[in-house]
């Protein structure tokens, strides 16, 4: 059982660059969700998914794209870019009925 | 809206010194309250949470009283170790979303 995965751990972009982070649950989690963590900020909402299907805005979400075609998986797309997207991104998982959440260990995004 | 609000960092304690990190909330409705552990490098961890008032959260230590009447959820330890120097979070569950305070780094040297 490895809980949460992401890849990759690090990434260097240059602007204007778009990337995928891979998140994978192995915990037949129907919630699933991105934060990003910013000094000073704590974790802010990105975008999450209540099930296969179904995606839905965050606090945070320009810049940003998000899809659920399975239960395991949620990548997180970034399409063009820019430097106010450096920051390291979590995904996290739970239990629809469950209010106990399971992050992943992190990607630690820099774009130059 | 809901939000959480901790005590800013970050903190410095000598080994086995006594812990408080301060944390209140504002919610619309019932909310569940949690605190998070991240280590250097690593994901967060649900380190103890409580469901509803009066409930006290323990683990590893680590206690945090769920207090309605002044909507606040304090973290505490009686005696930290070297081991406990993480950054800790403050959360909010409330109709299936989560708020997080801004984290508060502590650091204990021996």
């Known amino acids: 059982n490895a809980g949460v995965t992401q890849t990759p751990k690090f990434q260097v972009l240059k602007t204007g660059q778009s990337m995928t982070l891979q998140c994978a649950q192995d915990?037949?989690?129907?919630?699933m969700s991105w934060y990003r963590q910013d000094p000073g900020m704590g974790l802010r909402l990105i975008h999450y998914s209540v099930g296969a299907g179904i995606t839905d805005q965050g606090e945070v979400p320009n810049g940003y794209n998000v899809s659920r075609s399975t239960t395991e998986d949620f990548p997180l797309r970034l399409l063009s870019a820019a430097p106010s997207q450096t920051s390291v991104y979590f995904c996290a998982s739970r239990g629809l009925w469950n209010n106990e959440q399971f992050f992943g260990p992190g990607t630690r995004l820099t774009v130059l | 809206g809901d939000s959480v609000t901790q005590m800013e960092g970050p903190v410095t304690l000598s080994e086995e010194a006594f812990l408080t990190i301060n944390c209140t909330y504002t919610?619309?409705?019932?909310?569940?309250l949690f605190w998070y552990v991240q280590y250097p490098g690593e994901g967060l961890q649900l380190l103890l949470k409580?469901?509803?008032?009066?409930d006290k959260g323990s683990n590893k230590g680590f206690e945090a009283t769920y207090r309605k009447e002044t909507t606040s959820f304090h973290l505490e330890k009686g005696s930290v170790q070297v081991s406990d120097s993480a950054v800790y979070f403050c959360?909010?569950?409330?109709?299936?979303?989560?708020?997080f305070g801004t984290g508060t780094s502590l650091t204990v040297i021996p």
């Open positions: 915990m037949n989690h129907e919630y």
């Open positions: 409580a469901t509803k008032a009066d």
């Open positions: 919610a619309t409705g019932y909310p569940s």
């Open positions: 959360a909010l569950s409330d109709n299936g979303q989560f708020y």
